[in-house]
């Protein structure tokens, strides 16, 4: 343990991404469920054609958030509007800091008057915790650790999980012995099953139909059999986290924006109060795009396909930043379908003694925390690739990327610069390789055409609440 700050540890590192490209730390762990339960091709096809259980008990922070100055403090804290918002719903929250580049995002339960829960990354949740600690705010905060960083990973407070794919309302119908409800996108109810009080969220994550189940952790394992013996009939599927991780490939959900709190007056005080042991202390960035400061690898809310969600009915940290950066061109999200020959080229040059690319594992190649890659058209940096992968369901290497407003168009033609520059970083998930560009073609996000008919509906019915 240290009494070290987050600043006094970014002050002696002196390069700060120097600092956080060579930090020992490898991608985001999914603790708590086997790498896989039959092999990660059938668990992915799973949720587009049967139904899948994903176990999301382990990796993710909840915060609680309660009082009299709940609502009105996380309104202040994010671009979100909150009209409309009642309990029983649920929004994908979103802060920035004053100078309006993204912290992280969340999903935001609206559980009961002045009682809330954050779900997700530590970033967000942890620029909440500063602001109901230093802030003239009447709330109190209670955080539930992620299980890789507790002591104790048997006392979470819940369990949480979702269910999703074509089968998921048979599932969810046998488990429950009756007719699921007909909920809008982000809706919440409590369902009975198994006997147990289980509060659900309509919810997916690939375009697929689903909920998201979450309830006291003791009663976890009876919802969770309960479950497995309702999916017997209908082809349900547990998802190990060697899995898990490539799903947001086809749902589109960038998870690894860099928070924007390293640098800035508006969040000094936060790097201040914030431990060295911190989320932001222990980051690492891979990937071949290597800015000249660490505000390069900021991203705009317009950059993570969150433009929809930047409301200027409120007052919040950030607003005044983003209404001067709102009239002006933003890169837009995109998926990137790599060319399979040079996915081969890549793979083939393992199987030799000379030069070799940079591994690709499978499903996902994500080798660091925030995986950054530049995206070249004739040579030229026009984007940023974040998440790389394969789709068993799509057969091809897939990226989620942000790219310049005159190449998004579907089918323009860029490449993919992979791999670290100088022969890579000294990451313990990085070897020694050289630089390969790979073709790769403009696709819309999300890539599967089920998932982009489903969420464009759903941007419909949760927006502003």
Avoid at 179 to 198: A, E, N, S, Y
């Amino acid at each position: 343990m240290t009494d070290q700050t987050l600043q006094q540890l970014l002050d002696q590192s002196g390069d700060t991404v120097a600092f956080l490209r060579n930090q020992q730390v490898g991608p985001n762990a999914y603790p708590g469920v086997p790498a896989e339960y039959s092999n990660w091709r059938s668990e992915q096809k799973a949720w587009q054609e049967t139904a899948v259980l994903f176990n999301q008990s382990y990796h993710m922070v909840d915060l609680g958030v309660e009082g009299p100055d709940a609502f009105a403090m996380l309104n202040h804290l994010g671009i979100n509007s909150f009209k409309g918002f009642v309990p029983d719903r649920a929004k994908q929250f979103v802060p920035v800091t004053p100078e309006g580049y993204v912290i992280g995002d969340v999903i935001l339960f609206y559980l009961a008057e002045n009682s809330f829960n954050l779900v997700g990354r530590a970033p967000a949740i942890e620029w909440v915790e500063y602001h109901a600690a230093t802030g003239d705010w009447n709330v109190t905060v209670s955080r539930d650790e992620r299980t890789a960083v507790r002591p104790d990973p048997e006392n979470r407070r819940h369990y949480r999980f979702q269910l999703q794919g074509p089968n998921a309302m048979k599932v969810l119908e046998r488990a429950m012995g009756r007719t699921p409800p007909d909920l809008k996108f982000f809706h919440m109810t409590t369902l009975d099953i198994g006997g147990r009080q289980v509060r659900a969220l309509r919810h997916g994550m690939a375009g697929q139909p689903g909920y998201e189940l979450f309830g006291p952790w003791a009663e976890g394992e009876d919802v969770r059999q309960s479950l497995i013996a309702a999916g017997k009939d209908f082809g349900l599927t547990l998802v190990g986290g060697r899995t898990y991780s490539s799903n947001t490939l086809e749902s589109g959900w960038i998870p690894s924006p860099l928070p924007a709190t390293y640098s800035g007056e508006g969040s000094k005080a936060y790097r201040e109060w914030q431990s060295a042991n911190s989320y932001e202390g222990k980051a690492s960035i891979g990937g071949s795009y290597v800015p000249d400061s660490i505000d390069g690898y900021y991203l705009t809310p317009w950059d993570l396909g969150y433009g929809p969600f930047v409301k200027f009915d409120h007052d919040f940290i950030g607003r005044e930043a983003l209404e001067r950066m709102a009239g002006q061109p933003h890169r837009k999200k995109v998926t990137l379908a790599l060319d399979n020959e040079d996915v081969v080229r890549v793979i083939s040059s393992q199987f030799t003694k000379g030069e070799r690319a940079k591994y690709f594992e499978f499903p996902s190649a994500v080798y660091a925390m925030h995986p950054y890659d530049q995206v070249l058209k004739d040579g030229k940096p026009v984007g940023i690739s974040t998440w790389v992968g394969y789709s068993a369901n799509e057969g091809r290497m897939l990226t989620l990327a942000m790219v310049d407003a005159d190449v998004a168009e579907p089918g323009t033609e860029v490449t993919l610069l992979w791999g670290e520059p100088d022969g890579g970083t000294n990451k313990p998930t990085v070897e020694k390789h050289v630089q390969i560009e790979i073709k790769a073609v403009v696709a819309p996000t999300p890539y599967s055409e089920v998932a982009r008919d489903s969420y464009a509906e759903s941007w419909r019915t949760r927006q502003p609440a």
